[in-house]
Each structure stands twice: as C-alpha cells, then as structure tokens.
C-alpha cells in the first residue's frame, strides 16, 4: 500500500501561483510513476502531468503547458506541482495519483493509489 497526502492548495488571483506537495509513505516511492490530475465541479477528472519514477521524463496536458511543472524528489517521497499564470479555468481539486510502473499514463483508471485531493481556487 501507498498513502498519498497533498497540501498546498487555496484561493489564489489570476496570473498567481501555488506549489502543490504530495507525500507518499508505504512502498518504495522510487519504484513509481507520478502523476497530477484535477476534476472540477461537473466534470471528468483529467491529467495535469506526470513524471516517471527518477524524473527524467514528464508529460503534460496542452492547457497547462509552459504554465505548469512537476518535480519529486525521491530522497524525500514528495512530488511537487508548481503552478504558475493561473486561471480561473485551473479551478478544480487537485490530485496526486501513484502508479506502479515505468511508463507514465494519462488515464486516472491505471493509476494504483490517489491522495485525497487539495482545492484549488482561482479568482477572477
């Protein structure tokens, strides 16, 4: 078992920025894939990013390129989501999901364990 806790989220204005963590505990953090999803009121949960098990390969979703980066740091089984240029279109909760394996995948239905989410709200 992975336990996954994210913090970080809050209200924050357009064009602002906040740093999502999520600590995992459990199994060898290293040994997993990474990844950012949100769902926002009414809506499917999509892929934000991922990053594969030693950081060197990450894949984002086209609305938050250039806006949007993902890191961990294994020493201390943390991914980080830093956010930057919000919109309000980036309301939504965010999730830190892990995935058992060495290929990043964009669908939240392969994804083994989920956090329970932080709230992010941007203002207009």
């Known amino acids: 078992q992975v336990q996954l806790v994210e913090s970080g989220g809050g209200l924050v204005q357009a064009g602002g920025s906040l740093r999502l963590s999520c600590a995992a505990s459990?199994?060898?953090?290293?040994?997993?894939?990474m990844g950012w999803f949100r769902q926002a009121p009414g809506k499917e949960r999509e892929f934000v990013l991922g990053i594969n098990s030693n950081g060197g390969r990450i894949y984002y979703a086209d609305s938050v390129k250039g806006r949007f980066t993902i890191s961990r740091d294994n020493a201390k089984n943390t991914v980080y989501l830093q956010m930057n240029s919000l919109k309000p279109e980036d309301t939504a909760v965010y999730y830190c999901?892990?995935?058992?394996?060495?290929?990043?995948?964009?669908?939240?239905?392969?994804?083994?364990?989920w956090g329970q989410g932080t709230q992010v709200t941007v203002s207009s």
């Open positions: 999901a892990g995935r058992h394996s060495s290929f990043i995948s964009y669908r939240a239905n392969e994804y083994d364990y």
């Open positions: 459990g199994r060898t953090f290293s040994d997993y894939v």
